[in-house]
């Protein structure tokens, strides 16, 4: 998920902590998993969210392992800069 990145601030999505939850079900007879995601915006208007879903189930459902993908917004808990890693932080210049 690491390749979905956000346009306005064009760091990756799991860095910036917008990845919530990666479940990946039970293997299904030709070895591949259905994979449910939930994930959550910077902000509840934000503008690159039907940008930002497509391209998470897109990069998931890339994966040869992956029988179909669902991606699931959630605004909680709620998104804060907290969330980012060390990288995404040094990247936007948030200390």
């Not at 956000?6 to 990756?12: F, S, Y």
């Not at 939850?21 to 039907?50: L, R």
């Not at 392992?65 to 907290?82: G, Q």
Request: glycine residues 8%; negative net charge; proline residues 6%.
């Amino acid at each position: 998920l690491k390749q979905v990145i956000d346009p306005e601030l064009h760091v990756n999505i799991v860095d910036l902590g917008l990845i919530y939850v990666v479940d990946v079900g039970d293997e299904h007879e030709n070895g591949h998993h259905d994979v449910k995601i939930e994930m959550t915006m910077t902000s509840p208007m934000c503008p690159a969210g039907p940008q930002l879903v497509a391209g998470t189930k897109a990069a998931a459902e890339g994966l040869e392992e992956v029988n179909s993908c669902e991606v699931k917004v959630v605004m909680e808990p709620a998104w804060s800069p907290d969330r980012m890693t060390d990288e995404a932080r040094d990247h936007l210049g948030i200390f």
